[in-house]
């Protein structure tokens, strides 16, 4: 069974063994640890939940718990398994079968005023089995004037898409966007201070900062404190009870200047992701916008739904030898039909143009990545999602899948948080 120590820290690499001859022990070990794990924190948390509460004077004018705020503790965990024909250029997931991002969950309460979150996180990666302590958080949940406080590890909530797990997913893999400028998905260790308008349309300010070292894993100049901020903004709301909608506007200023490869060593070849979960490139400044809109006949989003999102990103100050016009850009459309209550179907288009650096100067990149898919839905708790991939147009990208075709399973047990809209 895996320590508390094993899990604190990041990514630790659990069973080192060569990809190829031992991936069916690796994937074997990795569910087998996942197991355990779910089982040692099942008990855990049932224990916690069943001791008895401490005695409270008897007065009506006790303060009660906050509005939705659970009274005990609650263990989840989400069980992904895939198998992929060919990896995709930066992308998360390796070929042959493999465990997905697998997560393990306890919350709850912290007194009266404040709610928290662990999540622990198995996956194998390039033939090796990986645990990472992927949320460690506090939240205040009583504070006036719509406030709240998070600090701890959490994701950004950067983007339409980061904050939430990978395994909510509508595909396999995240836009390019994402495993691009923000490593797939971006956890980071900080402080959050968010703003909810108290008016009928939605309406949320929220900023952030961060160390930064999850985002940029080997910096030219580490910069002390704080290496990373963010400021966001989404608005949204109904136009009727068949149509919804939701605004977003993101800004990422980092601090580390990531680390540029010796030309000299490493040749003028294309660019090669090592997987390092950090983002492949990065700059000073990005910007993210994002937009949303969902379709269902009467508000019954169970039987039938049309989801669409349109998502885009630029990025610069790439590091001290670039000028203004050396920009990272990607864009990403998603549309997904629930055609059935237990069927969906769904297409993406990415597209992305970087500057790779090497020493003084940059390369021109450019990646363009579709992808199809068809997911069974049997009940929430579990799917079964067929997806085909295709990468064209590339240039100074290495390890580009024509095409990938990819199976997925995810299963959910227990208690898991609701996900956003």
């Known amino acids: 069974m895996l320590t508390p120590m094993a899990l604190a820290a990041p990514r630790r690499q659990l069973i080192d063994r060569p990809a190829r001859a031992r991936r069916p022990a690796v994937w074997v070990r990795g569910a087998v640890a996942f197991v355990a794990l779910a089982a040692s924190a099942s008990a855990w948390a049932q224990s916690v939940s069943n001791a008895p509460a401490p005695a409270s004077p008897a007065s009506s004018l006790a303060p009660s718990r906050a509005a939705g705020q659970s009274d005990t503790w609650s263990f989840g965990a989400v069980l992904d398994v895939t198998h992929t024909s060919r990896a995709l250029a930066l992308g998360g997931r390796d070929r042959g079968l493999q465990l997905g991002h ?10 009266r005023a404040l709610q928290a979150q662990l999540t622990a996180v198995l996956a194998t990666h390039e033939g090796k089995l990986e645990a990472e302590l992927e949320e460690a958080w506090v939240q ?6 719509g406030l709240s406080v998070r600090a701890g590890r959490f994701a950004s909530q950067i983007g339409y898409l980061n904050a939430q797990h990978p395994h909510a997913d509508d595909f396999i893999e995240r836009p390019l966007l994402y495993r691009a400028f923000l490593g797939g998905h971006w956890n980071d260790d900080g402080l959050r201070l968010n703003w909810t308008a108290p008016t009928d349309l939605y309406w949320m300010v929220g900023a952030e900062v961060f160390r930064g070292r999850q985002l940029v894993k080997e910096a030219a100049r580490a910069p002390g404190g704080l290496g990373a901020a963010t400021l966001v903004t989404k608005v949204g709301g109904d136009w009727s009870r068949a149509h919804s909608w939701q605004l977003g506007l993101s800004h990422l200023h980092n601090r580390r200047e990531a680390a540029v490869e010796d030309e000299h060593e490493h040749g003028e070849g294309a660019f090669e992701h090592d997987h390092a979960h950090g983002a492949a490139f990065s700059g000073k400044r990005t910007w993210l916008v994002d937009a949303t809109w969902k379709w269902a006949p009467n508000g019954n989003n169970r039987q039938q739904q049309l989801r669409t999102t ?28 629930r055609f059935h209550p237990h069927w969906e179907t769904g297409a993406r288009f990415d597209a992305l143009r970087v500057q790779i650096p090497h020493d003084d100067h940059f390369h021109r990149g450019r990646l363009n990545e579709h992808a199809l898919m068809l997911a069974y839905k049997p009940s929430h708790m579990q799917s079964l999602r067929l997806q085909l991939t295709q990468q064209r147009n590339a240039r100074g990208i290495d390890e580009v899948a024509r095409r990938s075709l990819a199976l997925q399973y995810v299963v ?3 208690a898991h948080g609701a996900h956003s809209y």
């Open 412 to 414: 959910a047990f227990g």
């Open 310 to 337: 349109v998502e885009m990103s630029r990025t610069s100050g790439l590091n001290r030898f670039a000028s203004s016009a050396d920009t990272h850009s990607a864009g990403a459309l998603s549309v997904v039909w």
């Open 140 to 145: 205040t949940t009583r504070l006036p004037g």
């Open 102 to 111: 697998s997560d393990l969950s306890l919350g709850g309460p912290i007194g």
